[in-house]
């Protein structure tokens, strides 16, 4: 196919002074006229190209234009090229017949009219640039038929990795279900047993030890109670990638409310404020978003402990033109340069001496964030506290 050449028309006649005369009224019309002084110098032309039409003279010495005609009906190329035949005498009927015989499709007399020949020879050529268009077409859609094809085939392979990874997981969800199990039972049971015989130590022979070695005792008591409440939030932590969200409209002021009663009955010194904004609503799971609120505000108490007016706020600010909740505390705060390890398992910007604490809990607030769609972060400062920001889906403020 030739679908960047220029359409082209073939004028075969052995006089130059016609083809001449030809050319002259099919010159500057958006085709190219090429010429052709013989039948044989006319296949010849058609072994380089293609052509929208044939002007063929009928009397021609060697190979008349009946001749050349049949030649190129019996080329694979140029079977079905439009031949119109051009002569100077009327034609018989028989001569007529023979000429449609052999593909001829019209027959002009010669001089032509200019009008009637550039009117004809446009409509074959526009029939070449329709089908070249249409072959181009044809082209571009089996290239695109091939890239889909292509990329249902990629589909397919990704689904296939989709569902062997599915599998994957959920081998991995069992076996970490089975570790969990195996957590809860055979690591607790030795920890309560440690903690029970170090209190009765402690009840029944208190009086036969040192100071030290009731230190021993406090210290082995002590450890083994850190010890459990690490199993407990490491099960809490594994237990979110499994749990099932059940989303519900959630008054988070009167979660944080109760929060906030909590940790005041269990530790009324110090006495710290709470300033809550009523209203805040959210599309959420309700327990799990318990966990997130546990932990923003029992961190926001536990870090104002050692500040003349502890302060711990929650409500909704507008950033970027988006509602984001915000729970603040005036108090101990933390250098921004080691922010990124903040949500991270066990990574503690205090050390467990300043401020009690296995340092998972902000690590569940990520993860239980991350669930709903929404994401959380933290601005602070040394000594003047810190701001955790969170958002979630669909959340809204009955104030506003």
């Keep these: 196919m030739q679908s960047e050449d220029k359409v082209a028309v073939l004028i075969v006649d052995d006089s130059a002074t016609k083809r001449f005369s030809l050319k002259s009224v099919l010159d500057d019309v958006g085709y190219e006229v090429v010429e ?5 110098e006319a296949l010849r032309q058609l072994l380089k190209r293609e052509f929208a039409c044939i002007l063929m003279d009928v009397n021609m010495p060697e190979m008349d234009g009946f001749e050349a005609a049949s030649m190129i009906r019996k080329r694979p190329r140029s079977e079905h090229v439009p031949i119109l035949f051009v002569t100077a005498m009327h034609t018989s009927d028989e001569d007529r017949y023979k000429g449609y015989s052999l593909g001829a499709v019209d027959y002009l007399l010669s001089p032509v009219v200019p009008e009637v020949l550039r009117a004809k020879v446009a409509v074959f050529v526009d029939l070449m640039r329709m089908r070249r268009e249409v072959e181009k077409q ?17 589909r397919s392979r990704a689904e296939e990795e989709v569902r062997s990874y599915n599998q994957r997981l959920e081998v991995a969800n069992k076996e970490l279900e089975s570790f969990s199990y195996s957590v809860s039972h055979d690591l607790r049971a030795p920890l309560r047993s440690m903690d029970g015989f170090a209190r009765v130590l402690m009840d029944k022979y208190a009086a036969v030890l040192d100071e030290q070695g009731l230190d021993y005792l406090n210290r082995v008591r002590a450890a083994s109670q850190r010890m459990g409440s690490l199993i407990e939030d490491l099960l809490k932590l594994s237990q979110l990638t499994r749990a099932e969200l059940k989303l519900s409209p959630v ?7 109760d929060i906030a009663q909590e940790l005041k009955t269990a530790s009324p010194e110090p006495a710290v404020e709470f300033k809550l904004t009523p209203g805040l609503m959210a599309q959420a799971d309700r327990n799990l978003l318990r966990q997130v609120l546990e932990n923003l505000l029992s961190n926001a108490w536990k870090f104002t402990g050692r500040v003349e007016h502890p302060l711990v706020e929650m409500g909704m600010e507008e950033i970027d033109g988006q509602r984001v909740f915000m729970v603040r505390d005036n108090g101990a705060g933390f250098d921004m340069a080691h922010a990124e390890r903040l949500f991270a398992p066990f990574q503690r910007l205090h050390s467990a001496a300043e401020f009690p604490g296995t340092g998972i809990g902000l690590a569940i607030v990520q993860r239980v964030i991350n669930r709903h769609g929404g994401r959380i972060w933290v601005r602070a400062v040394v000594d003047q506290g810190a701001t955790f920001y969170f958002t979630l889906p669909n959340s809204s403020s009955l104030e506003g």
């Design 138 to 154: 044809k082209e571009l859609l089996e290239l695109v038929n091939h890239a889909l094809a292509e990329e249902v085939e990629a």
């Design 36 to 40: 052709a002084s013989s039948g044989k």
């Design 251 to 257: 008054d988070l002021s009167e979660l944080a409310a």
